[in-house]
């Protein structure tokens, strides 16, 4: 049996915009965005899709929201 592994973007990886698409499509991945938004307090959905990059790029908010966006891409 062959093993699949996943990689996923580290810091740094961001940009405004990321899983916009993928939010818009699936109801799993708007789900998980919806889901760790709630769990974090803020708009996650909001700040990855709209900004701004200064938010976005703030390691508290990076790092759910490349994780987010990385296992909404999981869904597609």
């Keep these: 049996?062959?093993?699949?592994?996943?990689?996923?973007?580290?810091?740094?990886?961001?940009?405004?915009?990321?899983?916009?698409?993928?939010?818009?499509?699936?109801?799993?991945?708007?789900?998980?965005?919806?889901?760790?938004?709630?769990?974090?307090g803020i708009d996650l959905a909001t700040l990855c899709f709209e900004g701004p990059a200064e938010a976005l790029n703030a390691t508290d908010v990076s790092q759910p929201a490349l994780f987010v966006a990385s296992l909404a891409a999981l869904e597609s």
């Design 1 to 40: 049996m062959p093993k699949i592994a996943f990689l996923f973007p580290g810091q740094g990886a961001q940009s405004v915009g990321m899983g916009r698409e993928l939010h818009g499509e699936l109801p799993a991945a708007r789900a998980l965005f919806e889901r760790a938004g709630e769990v974090l």
